[in-house]
T-cell receptor
């Protein structure tokens, strides 16, 4: 089955530690995205990548880093510089050039910083 | 002021009711409009998308866009308990160029349909 796999689903970390969230897709999509979801705030774009070895900052990139070494993978690192990292993180992908702009989402990773 | 405003609810209705979910936006350059449905602890999934002003129907769901008023709506007829979810409106400037795939989301409306 094609889809997006995020891991881990739940993650607890101590304050000051870096955390890496995994995102893998087998949909052969060129573009991948990371969103953050907080209660009452909808989804906010952290980073996105249109092609391998290229990525751009979204609206709330501070304290986060990404890499795109393979088409299938787009890991997100939440660094200790992120002031409020506790949130639900969603990875998504899309076909470049698709008129609807449809995003396919993974099931999310919930990060709790203690 | 946020670019997209959506009443977060929560909204609770009896089974069979007609549900109206709404979003307003401030950027008149938005061209594509979408509704995503998100079940608890899951990722959102695309429910409907529209491009032009007017109505688009798909089964029990109708998406409405009024570009002159910068207002979009999603209507659910004969609502079912399985419709209980968070509904997110989303919009994008266009389908090409650097804005492609960069959706701006509303805050989401939590809907509960009780039997």
């Amino acid at each position: 089955d094609g889809g997006i796999t995020q891991s881990p689903k739940y993650l607890f970390r101590k304050e000051g530690q870096n955390v890496t969230l995994s995102c893998e897709q087998n949909l052969n999509h060129d573009a991948m995205y990371w969103y953050r979801q907080d209660p009452g705030q909808g989804l906010r774009l952290i980073y996105y990548s249109q092609i391998v070895n290229d990525f751009q900052k979204g609206d709330i990139a501070e304290g986060y880093s990404v890499s795109r070494e393979k088409k299938e993978s787009f890991p997100l690192t939440v660094t200790s510089a992120q002031k409020n990292p506790t949130a639900f993180y969603l990875c998504a992908s899309s076909i470049r050039g698709l008129a609807t702009g449809e995003l396919f989402f993974g099931e999310g990773s919930r990060l709790t910083v203690l | 002021q946020k670019e997209v405003e959506q009443d977060p609810g929560p909204l609770s209705v009896p089974e069979g009711a007609i549900v109206s979910l709404n979003c307003t936006y401030s950027n008149s350059a938005f061209q594509y409009f979408m509704w995503y449905r998100q079940y608890s602890r899951k990722g959102p999934e695309l429910l409907m998308y529209t491009y032009s002003s007017g109505n688009k129907e798909d089964g029990r769901f109708t998406a409405q866009v009024d570009k002159s008023s910068k207002y979009i709506s999603l209507f659910i007829r004969d609502s079912q308990p399985s419709d209980s979810a968070t509904y997110l409106c989303a919009m994008t400037l266009n389908a090409g160029g650097t804005s492609y795939g960069k959706l701006t989301f509303g805050q989401g409306t939590i809907l509960t349909v009780h039997p």
